[in-house]
């Protein structure tokens, strides 16, 4: 056995756990291993050293400061023991007001319904084609009725009466009610233009 | 009112014979039975507890993390969990086993906040600066003290030694070597399986004589 190997289960000879072949073989070579038996020898000696080494005294008021704070610990006890039936009381309440909110949730989560109403589409009435006024005859050198242009008085007259049904519309009851859909209506039209 | 009537609850429960035979009673009787005694609601069995286990705690713990106002502190915190948590101890279990384990829990995590506080660490650095830079006395041949104060100086040495392994090494050699506890005992408090014992055990008294050899005729 080399002298790693003893190192190596030196602990359990010294402990006495080795196995019998085992200790057989370290206690061989101890004896013949002057290294081995210094090891053993300063482990030996230190740990006797060790063991004599007095203790560290308890301090005088260590049974009485022991004492004490069970004392207090029983005291502690007592009072988390009336802190839990109120604890108890407390959780039950809780648990009570979790379940009240929990039966309610569906009520307090819905909100107003909402409804889509269509849009309501109208079309501008058609404006019968107003005819072009016959001017009387004038002479030579003045603008004849044929000079005039009937598109340009047609969309003079037009223009002025283009809005009355518009002003019809915004002054009836149906349009107060559907006021907002109005305002869009106009918008479309004027986009349509 | 109430707390009076729930504080005769913990008051202790009388035992024929006198207060002095029964306190011989519980030292005569094994650990398990005055944790039983105890649990029954006797105030003297935890007292008879406390006697059994201040000292050997205490140094324990002291050799642990090498400073002794703060061993009687985390021994006092011992005692307070076992009178909290004595109800959960698992009576089949050693009782030795248990309450070791919560002293050592305590003295571990008393070093863990040790290496996260800068100061404590500043002063142990130190400590080792200190250590490793002290001349050596035992290489002067002009110089031989005299025998009391040789084996006064080989003890601190020792001391020094026991401080200088790892903790988790630290552990484990003084739960065998002050403590006497088995390998399995051992595996037990610190929460190691058996072949991770034996290792740091072997460790440790490797280093431990590397330290110590020195000084050692």
Redesign the interface.
Known sequence: MKCSEI??H???Y??G?ASSPMRAEIEAHLSECGDCQ??R???D???A?????P??P??DD??P??RH??YH???E???D??ATSATTAVTALGMAAVLLLAAWSPALRSAPPTVRLLPIAATAPRIPAVRPMRLPQVREGFLTAATVRPASIGSVRTELWEDAHLLLQEYSPVSRQYRGQASLLRTGLENEH | MARQSAKKKVEKVEVPGGAHEHRRHLKAISDSEVVQSALEGDSRAFGELVSRYDQRLLNFVYRTIGDRERAQDLVQETFVRVYRHLIRFDQTKKFSTWIYTIASNLAKNELRNRSRNPLVLFQTLKKNWDADHRPLEWEDTQYKPDDLFRKRHLREKVEEAVAQLPEHHRLVFVLRELEGKSYEEIADITGCNLGTVKSRLNRARNNFAQIIAPMID
């Open positions: 190192l190596e030196f602990s359990d010294l402990d756990v210094r090891y020898d300063v482990v000696r230190g740990v050293i060790l063991r004599d080494l203790g560290a308890l301090r260590f049974r400061r022991l704070r069970i610990l029983d005291d006890r007592i009072l023991g009336g």
